[in-house]
């Protein structure tokens, strides 16, 4: 790919084959399993098109603060964030130094971004910063297999797998990067996805919070 090309991919096409693969009725069912455990104030780190907002339970959450750097995407969720039942606030930036008060959230929510997001330790530190020190995070993402052979592809596949899929890392071990972050793990369900192949599958789905 020429460069204009790379960048005319990323920058149109990329944002769009993400919301639709985001939107597939398999991983709805997992948003079902976490986003109405959501309470109080939420940090919403990488809100992207806003697909979470539906599940949220309004009765339970007074505010959600989403974050992201992506324009194309926001864009696309702008009809959600703007008939969601409660109060939100949108923040164009990137999760690694985000321009709020330490202390400031009762939950941290993050689906399908930790794979994503470049500096992803430094944007734990920060979302641990954010959250109250009694808060909670809210996790469900896809990682690296507990299976080593799995693992191995996954290794091998990321670098390819990030230029085509948004700067999207198949390996990384969710469990572990939020631990390092200062986090204690409450709990955590390993699974694959009915259908998808280990590579992308394999889920991480749980809640933690600050030691
Ligand atoms: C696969 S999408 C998931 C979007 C959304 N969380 C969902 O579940 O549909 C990954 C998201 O991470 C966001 N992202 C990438 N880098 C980020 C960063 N540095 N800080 C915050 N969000 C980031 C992208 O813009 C995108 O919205």
Request: hydrophobic share 40%; proline share 7%.
């Amino acid at each position: 790919m020429t460069s204009a090309c790379a960048s005319l991919y990323e920058r149109y096409l990329a944002p769009r084959l993400v919301h639709g693969a985001c939107s597939l009725n398999v991983v709805a069912e997992q948003r079902r399993r976490i986003v109405p455990r959501a309470e109080g104030v939420v940090l919403e780190v990488g809100i992207g098109s806003g697909l979470n907002l539906p599940h949220y339970a309004p009765s339970r959450v007074t505010r959600v603060i989403g974050v992201d750097p992506d324009a194309a995407l926001l864009r696309i969720g702008r009809k959600r964030l703007k008939a969601a039942p409660f109060e939100i606030e949108v923040v164009r930036g990137s999760a690694e130094d985000m321009p709020l008060e330490a202390g400031t959230a009762d939950t941290a929510l993050v689906t399908y971004t930790l794979c994503t997001i470049p500096d992803v330790e430094r944007a734990l530190l920060d979302i641990r910063r954010v959250l109250k020190p009694g808060g909670r995070l809210l996790f469900c993402e896809h990682g690296r297999s507990h299976s080593p052979r799995a693992a191995k592809w996954q290794d091998r596949l990321t670098p390819l797998w990030k230029r085509m899929a948004g700067g999207c890392h198949l390996n990384r071990s969710v469990s572990r990067l939020i631990e390092t972050a200062g986090f204690a793990i409450e709990s955590v369900d390993n699974y694959k996805l009915p259908l998808a192949p280990e590579l992308i599958g394999f889920h991480y789905l749980g809640s933690a919070r600050p030691r």
